[in-house]
């Protein structure tokens, strides 16, 4: 049972500008808990792709970004590539559950 | 070259008992916690726990405290996941991945094993 909630389906042309919600609430991003995002490409294991809500790891292209207000946060992807097609999770800390949690997921497919 | 590497896939047989591994190179072992997360077929990633490998104190998400043990030997830098009793429900991918703290609390994870499928048939 999530509490971070996320679209199931995104889908964008290449080239274009897509963005991922996820939405929580009061005991989590809205608590100022921060957020990270995470990609998984078919059949592999996820990647960190954002942490602390906006920073990318090293090797991120800087076509992937994050941002957060309130009790959602945000993925935005630039510059669509069909080597983008791929699951995203959102994940923060909930102080009602005491540990992490992934949002619900949502696969991203380009045109 | 941080490096997170899982035992091989396994096949049991429903009440079996399991333990699968996950060990940890290239960092210091016991100066990161370490959690698991389950993939069921089909579905998305869920946090089932993490432990501190320094002093081998786990934490569990509330659905999954009392289905399986969190545990880590930090003499050889691995850390295990294990079931006393498996249901074909446990069938899934299981990874574990290496934790970050966050400045303003929680975590998240930075490095990931591969990965190892457990299937439970009859």
């Known amino acids: 049972q999530s509490v971070l909630t996320q679209p199931p389906s995104v889908s964008g042309a290449p080239g274009q500008r897509v963005t991922i919600s996820c939405t929580g609430s009061?005991?989590?991003?809205?608590?100022?808990?921060?957020v990270h995002w995470y990609q998984q490409l078919p059949g592999t294991a996820p990647k960190l792709l954002i942490y602390?809500?906006?920073n990318r790891p090293s090797g991120v292209p800087d076509r992937f970004s994050g941002s957060k207000s309130g009790t959602s946060a945000s993925l935005a992807i630039t510059g669509l590539q069909a080597e983008d097609e791929a699951d995203y999770y959102c994940?923060?800390?909930?102080?009602?559950?005491?540990?992490?949690?992934f949002g619900t997921g949502t696969r991203f497919t380009v045109l | 070259e941080v490096q997170l590497v899982q035992s091989g896939a396994e096949v049991k047989k429903p009440g079996e008992s399991l333990r699968i591994s996950c060990k940890g190179s290239?960092?210091?072992?016991?100066?990161?916690?370490i959690t698991w997360v389950r993939q069921m077929p089909g579905k998305g990633l869920e946090w089932m726990g993490r432990i501190d490998p320094s002093d081998s104190y786990p934490n569990y998400s509330p659905s999954f405290r009392g289905h399986v043990t969190i545990s880590a030997d930090k003499s050889i830098s691995t850390a295990y996941l294990q079931w006393s009793s498996l249901k074909a429900s446990d069938t899934a991918i299981y990874y574990c991945?290496?934790?970050?703290?966050?400045?303003?609390?929680?975590?998240?994870?930075?490095?990931w094993g591969l990965g190892t499928l457990v299937t439970v048939s009859s």
């Open positions: 994940q923060s800390y909930d102080s009602s559950l005491s540990g992490e949690v």
């Open positions: 009061s005991s989590n991003i809205g608590a100022a808990y921060d």
């Open positions: 290239g960092y210091s072992f016991t100066s990161y916690w």
């Open positions: 602390g809500n906006s």
């Open positions: 991945a290496r934790l970050r703290a966050v400045a303003g609390g929680g975590y998240f994870a930075d490095y």
